[in-house]
């Protein structure tokens, strides 16, 4: 009869054991998908603010070149005839071009930093190309 309860007993303890064994590697695979979810939920936000911070430089150059007939006389002259500006008006051409490329490149630098999506970042690269071809950017790299 005792040797029926120390074996009843001892089952009991590897019973309890088990499920407290059971328990913690549950609560552990549950703490990993909470932690899955926080990172994926971090990670769409932070390309959110990635993307809503490069619309609004987008919007502000646009709107600082498109809203004054004689700067947005001298981008397009920039752009694509550089070389018949003086050079006051090129030092000021300049300028804008380079708050664009610098733009441009925090952009591509979020890309590959992994915080903007390739979809993102494929919205932009027509621009980024676009730019890259143009005589003002040759200019701009001399």
Known sequence: MTSDRFWVKAA?????????????NVGVIIGIVFLAIEIRGNTIATEAAS??????????????????????????????TPNVLTDEQRARAELLF???VR?????????????????????????????????????YRE
Request: charged content about 20%; proline content about 1%; glycine content about 6%.
């Open 103 to 139: 733009r441009l490149e925090s952009i591509l630098l979020q890309y590959e930093l992994g915080a903007l999506s390739e979809d993102g970042w494929k919205a932009r690269q027509r621009l980024f190309e676009g730019i890259a071809n143009t005589p003002g950017y040759a200019v």
């Open 51 to 80: 993307l809503q911070i490069a619309a609004e430089l987008d919007q502000s150059f646009l709107l600082q070149i498109g809203s004054d007939e004689k700067v947005a006389r001298l981008w397009q002259t920039y752009v694509n």
């Open 12 to 24: 009991s303890r590897l019973v309890s054991a088990t499920s407290i064994t059971i328990a913690a």
């Open 98 to 100: 380079a708050a664009l």
